[in-house]
T-cell receptor, first 113, second 114 residues
């Protein structure tokens, strides 16, 4: 079964610090790697996504780093803020007609003021 | 406002009592899907639909049914709920096709089966 492994399960960071969440995948038949952000009581929302032919993508304080040879990708949140406190899911998008998303297990991020 | 709506948001039921969770989207999306979210397991896809009258199993379809009679609606049916179906459920929709198209999630339905 396709898998995306995510770590850590939980993360506590001081305001202004850097939050780093890591994911690794096994199946090579993925062609997009999105990250979703979920606040309590809400559905996940797309944060940022990257294609495997790009090593890094930055949007504001959020950066995805992608290592195709290692089958790993990570989310970096620079200058973390209390408002970033949420659950983050990495995902991998399959190449089939359904383009199914396979999600990681999630990371609960807490940014202390 | 473009959105995916789900009802009910919270539901407590007993084992074996049939229930339906409704999902509706107003974005004219052809693709819709259902996920369940469990601690430590992330989101797992239950069923998806590529278009009206076209549905297919996801990773965890056992114990669930779906139907897609209209483009905007994609109800999730539990014919005989069991305690292991206690979970947080999300409906989602997106534009299908090549490339990466953002998937929009509903607010979730928290189901407890006793």
């Amino acid at each position: 079964q396709q898998q995306v492994k995510q770590s850590p399960q939980s993360l506590i960071v001081q305001k202004g610090g850097i939050s780093i969440i890591n994911c690794a995948y096994e199946n090579t038949a993925f062609d997009y790697f999105p990250w979703y952000q979920q606040f309590p009581g809400k559905g996940p929302a797309l944060l940022i996504a990257i294609r495997p032919d790009v090593s890094e993508k930055k949007e504001g304080r959020f950066t995805i780093s992608f290592n195709k040879s290692a089958k790993q990708f990570s989310l970096h949140i620079m200058d973390s803020q209390p408002g970033d406190s949420a659950t983050y899911f990495c995902a991998a998008c399959g190449t089939g007609s359904a383009r199914q998303l396979t999600f990681g297990s999630g990371t609960q991020l807490t940014v202390l003021p | 406002e473009a959105q995916v709506t789900q009802n009910p948001r919270y539901l407590i039921t007993v084992t074996g009592k049939k229930l339906t969770v409704t999902c509706s989207q107003n974005m004219n999306h052809e693709y819709m899907s259902w996920y369940r979210q469990d601690p430590g397991l992330g989101l797992r896809q239950i069923y998806y639909s590529m278009n009206v009258e076209v549905t297919d199993k996801g990773d965890v379809p056992e114990g669930y049914k779906v139907s897609r009679k209209e483009k905007r609606n994609f109800p999730l049916i539990l014919e005989s709920p069991s305690p292991n179906q206690t979970s947080l459920y999300f409906c989602a929709s997106r534009v299908p096709g090549q490339g990466f198209n953002e998937q929009y999630f509903g607010p979730g339905t928290r189901l407890t089966v006793t």
